[in-house]
């Protein structure tokens, strides 16, 4: 259960992230708000997760999630580079999320 909410926090992660380019620097109301809200809620879910799982695993899983969707909607959203070394490099990541999820001792 640990890990599926870690899940849902790197998802929040990744919502505040596009949700920054969306609020434009905070100047508009509702983007900002849904931005400062998924902020909180990713945060949360962090700290619960890190009551069981090892903090260094956690966080590594939690940022490498937020990293990858957001380069992924980056390309989607606001048609950024998908050069096959940034492909690559994003592929990396996620193997390092799953390396960790398998190898972690929780």
């Known amino acids: 259960m640990t890990w599926l909410i870690l899940f849902v926090a790197g998802l929040f992660e990744i919502a505040w992230a596009i949700g920054l380019k969306y609020s434009d620097g905070f100047t508009k ?30 966080y590594a899983v939690w940022t490498g999630i937020g990293a990858v969707g957001t380069a992924i909607l980056g390309i989607i959203l606001f048609n950024e580079s998908k050069d096959f070394i940034r492909l690559f490099f994003i592929f990396l990541i996620i193997s390092g999320i799953i390396g960790l999820k398998f190898y972690s001792k929780v």
């Open 29 to 58: 109301l509702w983007p900002s708000v849904f931005t400062i809200a998924a902020m909180v809620t990713s945060m949360g879910l962090l700290s619960f997760s890190v009551k069981s799982l090892p903090v260094g695993t956690a």
